[in-house]
Antibody
Framework: QLQLQESGPGLVKPSETLSLTCTVSGGSISSSSYYWGWIRQPPGKGLEWIGSIYYSGSTYYNPSLKSRVTISVDTSKNQFSLKLSSVTAADTAVYYC??????????WGQGTLVTVSS | DIVMTQTPLSSPVTLGQPASISCRSSQSLVHSDGNTYLSWLQQRPGQPPRLLIYKISNRFSGVPDRFSGSGAGTDFTLKISRVEAEDVGVYYCTQATQWGTFGPGTKVDIK
């Protein structure tokens, strides 16, 4: 059974870099059938794609965040990671990692709340 | 970007009664491969979203058959034939034809 688990600091200071890692278990991140992505949800609000990565390293980023986002993959650890630079309070959100198949985003992590505050 | 809209944004329903949510995209969701990548997600309170319906009308693994999807082009509908207490939550339509965007969500709760 596929599982995704986010990890990283729950509190980040303004202007610093938010860093999260998603560990995939029960399946290989190197499968050619999937993209692996990050989606966020500000408290009480809707969902926003941040970006995604293929096992080969090719990426897609939301244009509105592109200048601040880096997503990377470590196939040896079955993990992928998110870095979001120059954060502000507007980046406070629950961050989800997810798997995107050819049909849809079909598996989600439980999510991790990241608060941007001094 | 493709913009997704949903109506209503809030839907109080009576247990055992049907519910319906509409979703509209700002442009056709028909992909060049002929598929329409419109999905529906359910997010129960305090939970991550989960996939209910993919490619307009296909129920994902484990999804009860009281959930159904329909539509084409730019207009889509999610129907719950008989609402149960566990169906309370927020429902999102989402498209994957042109990367990915989400609708604003429709909150379903019990009257």
């Amino acid at each position: 059974q596929l599982q995704l688990q986010e990890s990283g600091p729950g509190l980040v200071k303004p202007s610093e870099t938010l860093s999260l890692t998603c560990t995939v278990s029960g399946g290989s991140i190197s499968s050619s059938s999937y993209y692996w992505g990050w989606i966020r949800q500000p408290p009480g609000k809707g969902l926003e794609w941040i970006g995604s990565i293929y096992y080969s390293g090719s990426t897609y980023y939301n244009p509105s965040l592109k200048s601040r986002v880096t997503i990377s993959v470590d196939t040896s650890k079955n993990q992928f990671s998110l870095k979001l630079s120059s954060v502000t309070a507007a980046d406070t959100a629950v961050y989800y990692c997810a798997r995107r198949s050819s049909i849809a985003v079909d598996h989600w992590g439980q999510g991790t709340l990241v608060t941007v505050s001094s | 970007d493709i913009v997704m809209t949903q109506t209503p944004l809030s839907s109080p329903v009576t247990l055992g009664q049907p519910a319906s949510i509409s979703c509209r995209s700002s442009q056709s969701l028909v992909h060049s491969d002929g598929n329409t990548y419109l999905s529906w997600l359910q997010q129960r309170p305090g939970q991550p979203p989960r996939l209910l319906i993919y490619k307009i009308s296909n129920r994902f693994s484990g999804v009860p058959d009281r959930f159904s999807g329909s539509g084409a082009g730019t207009d889509f509908t999610l129907k719950i034939s008989r609402v149960e207490a566990e169906d309370v939550g927020v429902y999102y339509c989402t498209q994957a034809t042109q990367w990915g965007t989400f609708g604003p969500g429709t909150k379903v709760d019990i009257k």
